[in-house]
Nanobody, 114 residues
């Protein structure tokens, strides 16, 4: 079992920055992919960014150049640095991990005001 706990959400003005963090605990040896997803009101959950155990990253087109995902394998954490935030980035952000199955955090709300 893997437990994921997100932190760092909140309210920010457009153009501002936030940093989300996710701590993994439990049977976490050799977690492969970790990622951040988001779900805006009335919309489907979408992939924001993901990072492999080796550090390879990929991003949704809508956040490229603004968001950066990073990972500390020793501490079993993954972070999402979000810069130049836009109102359309408002969503609940979920941490995700794959380890012989899908694991999700409970989510953290990010609200970007115009």
């Amino acid at each position: 079992q893997v437990r994921l706990v997100e932190s760092g959400g909140g309210l920010v003005q457009a153009g501002g920055s936030l940093r989300l963090s996710c701590a993994a605990s439990g049977t976490i040896f050799s977690i492969n992919t970790m990622a951040w997803y988001r779900q805006a009101p009335g919309k489907q959950r979408e992939l924001v960014a993901r990072i492999s155990s080796g550090g390879s990253t990929s991003y949704a087109d809508s956040v490229k150049g603004r968001f950066t995902i990073s990972r500390d394998n020793a501490k079993n954490t993954v972070a999402l640095q979000m810069n130049s935030l836009k109102p359309e980035d408002t969503a609940v952000y979920y941490c995700y991990a794959f380890l012989r199955g899908d694991y999700w955090g409970k989510g953290t709300l990010v609200t970007v005001s115009s």
